[in-house]
């Protein structure tokens, strides 16, 4: 379904990415990139650097985060000479784009957008008026994600279930002021959703978080990493009690990461009682720093030579502006009655 289509991945650059993000929404995004430009399409990956500032007002906090979302990338075999590498704000018709967008965009449509009633929500929660800590960039905030969708004459953007409404909305826009100017200005895009990419519990049971603190860390020496996984819930059950290896939180976690082999090795282990806490969670150690060990020497390597990684970013800059400017002019043209 990739054949020949212009692929668009857009990623915060908040929170050090845990292993949930990694096998859910990095690595699957770096595959279907490549599997558009096999044939013949076009891959953009950007890092979401205006989106980052509605949350975190620190700059050395967020120069750090975006260091470390490029080097993940590119760690886990994004190759910055196919794909298009580039970060948000590097491209200024994106802000451009975004101001002709609000004239498009109903107000009703970012009341219902689910970053900003998260935060609402949250609010009422404790007490606190509706819009305590919430600015113009979070309340606008799938508008800019429109704009960096549409820029591009994107067709597919794959990303989580969180973030299909986003995408639904750029549809929306794009289909508005395409009705409005009767012709098609702008592509509308579909989203993508990997049904088989499951989401990575962390090791209380609950969905791997960072803002839960159940994270299985991702490029951290084997140590920490080993301490994450020995965190991992579990019962007082002896080893010879045969288990149903679907309520074993090791086993959940397992599944994520092992073959289909493994996986069958590990719930049979566990059905017969032959296999106890500590050797199935030393069996997702293994396939967890088997699975990351070429990926952290690169990501150590890109995070010491960073001013490689910009050198990517800027010419990545210069291979997406030529799109965006030509949908900004379009835009001009069709808005202005400049044609
Ligand atoms: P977090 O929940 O840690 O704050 P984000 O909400 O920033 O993570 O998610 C970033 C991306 O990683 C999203 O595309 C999301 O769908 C994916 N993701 C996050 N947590 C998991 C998980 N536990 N399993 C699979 N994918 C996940
Ligand atoms: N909102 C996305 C997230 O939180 C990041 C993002 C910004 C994005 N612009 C985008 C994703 C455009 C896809 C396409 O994960």
Redesign the pocket.
Known sequence: MFEGKTI?????PTGTPHLGNYLGAIRPAIQLGKQALATGGKHFMFI?DY?AINAEKDPVVLREKLREIACIYLAGGLDPTKSVFYR?SDIPEIPEITTILYAYTPKGLMNKSHAYKAQVDKNRESGKPDDDGINMGLYT?PT??AA??LAYDTDI?P??KD?VQ??EIARDIAGAINAHYHRELLKQPEYYVDEHVAVVPGVDGRKMSKSYGNVIPLFEDDKTIKKAIFSIKTDSRPMEEPKNPDEILVYEIYKAIATPQQLQEMGDGLRQGKLGYGHIKNMLLDAVINEIKDAREKYNYYMAHFNEVEDMLAQGAEKARPYAKKTLERLKNAVFGNE
């Open positions: 668009l991945t857009g990623v915060k979401a989106h948000q905030y800019l994600m960096d969708i953007v990303v989580g973030q986003h995408v």
